[in-house]
């Protein structure tokens, strides 16, 4: 899509990339970097990209099943109502559920607890072929833990570093990490909280202590925005995508996504067997 006033007239990747431009505190959430269109064009363009992305899914799946040992791991992080559920339905749904690796993180069981914090996130990593999808994630570990006062703060400190080398071996396996952080203002989740409140369909979204967490607003931003400045590397970007219009962050993160697998370079994979003597054998059978 071209600069027509009707697209993206920056890629997404650059748009959204965390950097000295998209501080957490000053986040325009109701903003569409890098695109100009509006919602019906967002949404009609979500399906047709939706379909880019399930042939390249396919693609890597196939590569995969012989031999090829790479993958994609989407981490997507952010407060309650952000949209995680919705992106994974919205994006993730366009493509076949086979090839999907999908973990969500909640507060660590008894026996995660046990471990060390990157225990469960390297058992849930993506297999050659598969398109990891994380809602919520290692980040969790620098983020509620820190606000939260789960551990002391020389523990979460040094989690940085640690995170980004655990990355950093990820990426050297094979593994495509892309980051999404997502965000969404405190006045419109306050207004995704209330129809939780409403709705009989969505009581069980919410928990009372989700309001505990809207006083601690500040803090969370702190927490953010040093995970942003610490673990926004090469081989595992953050990007910074505004939630208050869930058509854009579900087109963003399409288009992220999309980005992410256009860099594998995907082919369909050669037949392991000679095609014209199958078809012969086929013919006579
Ligand atoms: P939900 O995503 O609404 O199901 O909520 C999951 C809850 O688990 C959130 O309140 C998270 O903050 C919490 N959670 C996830 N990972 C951790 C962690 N490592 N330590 C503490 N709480 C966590
Ligand atoms: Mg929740």
């Not at 999907?100 to 990157?118: I, N, Q, S």
């Amino acid at each position: 899509m071209g600069n027509n006033g009707d697209g993206w007239h920056t890629p997404a990747v650059e748009a959204l990339r965390a950097g000295p431009r998209n501080q957490v505190v000053d986040l325009d959430t109701n903003g569409t970097p890098g695109f100009d269109g509006d919602k019906e064009f967002g949404t009609k363009l979500i399906e047709e990209r939706g379909s880019v992305l399930s042939d390249l899914q396919e693609m890597l799946f196939a590569n995969g099943r012989l031999g090829d040992e790479r993958s994609v791991l989407l981490v997507l992080q952010g407060m309650d109502t952000a949209g995680k559920g919705g992106m994974v339905r919205n994006v993730i749904g366009h493509v076949d559920p086979q090839g999907v690796d999908h973990t969500a993180f909640g507060v660590p069981t008894p026996e995660e607890k046990r471990h060390h914090y990157l225990w469960r996130i390297h058992k849930a990593l993506p297999r050659d072929g598969q398109l990891g999808v994380f809602d919520r994630s290692h980040y969790e570990d620098v983020l509620v833990a820190r606000v939260r006062q789960l551990v002391p703060e020389s523990v979460w400190r040094r989690r940085y570093d640690e995170i980004n080398r655990f990355e950093r071996d990820i990426a050297d396996s094979g593994t495509t990490i892309v980051k999404v952080a997502m965000f969404v203002s405190l006045d419109e989740q306050k207004e995704r909280l209330a129809e939780r409140l409403e709705r009989r369909d969505k009581h069980w979204k919410y928990n009372p202590s989700d309001v505990d967490e809207r006083a601690l607003w500040p803090e969370y931003q702190q927490a953010y925005q040093d995970m942003l400045d610490k673990t926004n590397t090469d081989h595992a970007p953050w990007y910074v995508v505004p939630c208050d219009r869930k058509w854009y962050s579900r087109l963003a993160v399409m288009e992220l996504l999309i980005d992410a697998f256009e860099r594998l370079d995907l082919d369909w994979p050669e037949a392991n067997f000679d095609i014209e003597a199958e078809k012969k054998r086929l013919a006579e059978s």
